[in-house]
């Protein structure tokens, strides 16, 4: 399922990322657990928490991440 | 590739060392290079304060040697053009690299760091932001982390010159290089970022102890103002403080401060001065402290009317730059922002645009595509005005009514939302989703944010004042020798019959092409009815950038472009305030 479905304060696996650079700088990869910290409304973008620090990724990015999610 | 090309500006000896200043975005490189180099940059809670590279001679360095405040970036693919530019120094070559770490996010971080130390240039770690690290239960081995990375590790709290000392001696120790190697082999970097991540899950593993807190008041604020609720209405209540701040505290000090003082005592005393030796009557004493004298007004305009605005805008805007809270603002709207062509992270450039264009458009070199750049910095330039002329506004149309002053800043959020869409629509590319890192909301630190109001006053009051002195000067020429009417008649189809303005008002055209605030002060004297007040107000809003925002426009985005947004701007500000006019006399004359 794509990172966009998760739910707030809900942590994901990811799976799978699109090819963008910056998403890996950023701290982004394959096997890292996230968690959902907010998710705005108007297409806006969903708040992701990585170690310890948020990024905010847009919905189109977001719905291109492939994640599973845990409890 | 030639990699050893210098900027043929750097002006170094022989035996000068040259040290870059490098790091993630936002880890208090330019503050740390404020310290070292007494060259004062801005600094700002967060991503791409820094865009363009700023040189230094080191103080206090028992040897001699520049240092260059280098943009962040997160990794050696740049993504935009400010990161180009950080990238394109190191592939330069220097004798040594400070790399700056941010001691809250240690991993990300590192993944720069290593990347780095593949340039085979010496490297001295600074692990900043301690105290913040502390507060959140983090703590950082330095000596076993100075052994993994096998270079000496500083920590510091760069905002209050903690461990700068240190920092000195360990540069002290760096030796001039004679080759400087560079490093070619970018795709071997990439190969190896699988490696690269368990060397650094390794390293963190190894030297960092988290201890379990409660989230502090602040930590909560930062979470609870990206949610919609309640960030939304607290975004909200913050607009409304700030401008309360400004606009009220603006008219208190000018109301019961400046005002009397320029009207009760430096009129009077100016006056009678000049008239002691011109005599009163001649064009030269009129020239002087008539009605436009350039002795009254050179005075009254920048430092009555338009200093206190200017102070307390940027007391606010500093504050809150450091505070981390913008890009949350840019969260809030990203969903909004996207439909005008730009991403939610380039609500700071417009921000910065309501204290001046030019960090505004500069600003912009933040954002990862040129479509996107072109529409901020026209945007910026079209519709919001600069706190200059915010403050002639606030004086123009607040003393009139408070609905004046809504309506025209109404229209300009409306110019930004037809413009941008319109651009969006025109301009070929598309522009990137958002992918902003949020800073950790800090308390800001007093003096840090003293200090950059002191930066930002004080350009103003260099900048500002010799083009706003001419400008006086000219109005005060032509319109004491009566040139004022042969001008009046030549602008009047457009000025009076289209826009309904007295001939006069089109000193405040003519002036408005040297500083946008310009456009609106000559108006203040005209005892000019609503609607006219409100046209002239429109006018100016939308009428050219000044002169130095001309200039910029033109440098960053070249002559076509530069031109093709002012005369824009210029269109605009005719066709919208002839319309108002037009439309507002229509109605009331068939009422
Ligand atoms: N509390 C605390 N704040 C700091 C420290 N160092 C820097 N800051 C603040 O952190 C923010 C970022 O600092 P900058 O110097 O602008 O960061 P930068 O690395 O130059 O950022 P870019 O130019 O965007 O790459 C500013 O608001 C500083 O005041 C520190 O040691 N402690
Ligand atoms: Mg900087």
Redesign the interface.
Same mark, same amino acid.
């Given at each position: 399922m794509s990172l966009y479905t998760i739910k707030k304060e809900h942590r994901c696996i990811i799976e799978n990322l699109p090819k963008? *650079? &910056? &998403?890996?700088? &950023? *701290?982004l @990869?394959e096997g890292i657990n996230v968690a959902i910290?907010?998710k #705005?409304?108007? =297409? =806006?973008?969903v708040?992701v928490q /990585? *170690? @310890? @620090?948020? /990024?905010? $990724?847009? #919905?189109? $990015?977001a719905k291109d991440i492939q994640v599973r999610e845990v409890s | 590739m030639d990699c050893h090309n210098n900027s043929p500006e750097v002006q170094v000896g022989k035996d000068t060392l040259k040290f870059l200043l490098m790091g993630n975005p936002n880890v208090g490189k330019s503050v740390v290079f404020s310290k070292l180099t007494g060259v004062e940059v801005l600094a700002a809670n967060y991503t791409g304060t820094t865009v363009g590279y700023t040189k230094g001679k080191i103080r206090n360095l028992k040897k001699d040697g520049i240092l260059i405040d280098v943009p962040g970036t997160y990794g050696l693919e740049a993504t935009s053009e400010a990161e180009e530019v950080a990238v394109s120094f190191v592939k330069e070559g220097a004798d040594a690299i400070i790399c700056v770490l941010d001691a809250t996010n240690l991993e990300r971080n590192l993944n720069f760091a290593l990347q780095l130390k593949k340039f085979d240039i010496p490297m001295v770690f600074v692990l900043n932001l301690v105290d913040v690290a502390e507060q959140q239960g983090v703590i950082i081995d330095t000596e076993a982390l100075s052994k993994e990375l096998r270079a000496p590790v500083i920590p510091t709290v760069a905002v209050r010159n903690v461990g700068l000392r240190d920092l000195l001696s360990e540069m002290e120790k760096v030796e001039k290089r004679e080759k400087e190697v560079c490093y070619t082999a970018e795709k071997e970097l990439l190969e190896e970022e699988e490696s690269r991540w368990k060397e650094i899950g390794r390293i963190v593993e190894k030297v960092q102890t988290l201890e379990e807190r409660e989230p502090s008041f602040i930590e909560k604020l930062g979470y609870a103002s990206m949610q919609p609720w309640p960030g939304i209405p607290l975004a909200i209540i913050v607009l409304v403080v700030v401008l309360g701040f400004v606009v009220g505290g603006g008219k208190a000090i000018r109301g019961a401060l400046l005002l009397p003082f320029v009207f009760n005592v430096y009129e009077p005393a100016m006056t009678a001065f000049v008239g002691s030796f011109i005599a009163e009557g001649t064009i030269i004493y009129n020239v002087l402290v008539g009605d436009y004298g350039v002795l009254i007004k050179i005075i009254e305009w920048p430092f009555a009317l338009v200093l206190p605005y200017i102070t307390l805008f940027y007391i606010a805007l500093s504050t809150l730059e450091d505070s981390g809270y913008l890009p949350r603002i840019g969260v809030l709207m990203d969903g909004a922002l996207r439909k005008i062509g730009v991403q939610g992270g380039s609500i700071v450039p417009f921000i910065m645009g309501y204290g001046c264009a030019i960090p505004a458009i500069l600003g912009s070199k933040a954002a990862t595509t040129h479509k996107e750049r072109v529409i901020v910095a026209s945007l910026v330039s079209l519709a919001v005005p600069c706190t200059a002329q915010t403050a002639a506004f606030f004086v123009l149309l607040g003393d009139e009514s408070i609905w004046m002053l809504v309506g025209v800043y109404g229209l300009s959020i409306l110019a930004m939302i037809v413009g941008g869409g319109v651009l969006n629509r025109m301009l070929p590319g598309k522009v990137d989703p958002m992918l902003l890192e949020i800073p950790n909301l800090l308390k800001p630190d007093l003096k840090t944010v003293a200090q950059k109001i002191k930066i930002r006053v004080k350009h103003y009051l260099v900048e500002a004042q010799v083009p706003m002195a001419l400008g006086i000067l000219f109005a005060a020429i032509i319109a004491e020798t009566g040139l004022i009417h042969g001008i009046s008649d030549f602008l009047s189809p457009v000025v009076t019959g289209w826009l309904g303005l007295p001939g006069e008002a089109g000193l405040a055209l003519m002036l408005g092409i040297v500083r946008r605030e310009l456009a609106v002060l000559p108006l203040l004297d005209m005892n000019l009815t609503s609607l006219q007040i409100f046209t002239g107000a429109t006018v100016a809003l939308f009428y050219l950038p000044c002169l130095s925002v001309l200039a910029i426009l033109i440098k960053e985005f070249k002559l076509k472009t530069g031109l093709a947004i002012a005369g824009t701007t210029l269109v605009a500000a005719f066709v919208i305030g002839g319309v108002i006019n037009q439309t507002v006399r229509f109605i009331s004359s068939i009422l």
């Open positions: 963008i *650079g &910056l &998403l890996k700088s &950023l *701290g @990869r910290k907010s #705005q409304p108007m =297409g =806006g973008p708040i /990585v *170690g @310890r @620090r948020c /990024v905010a $990724i847009a #919905q189109d $990015i | -």
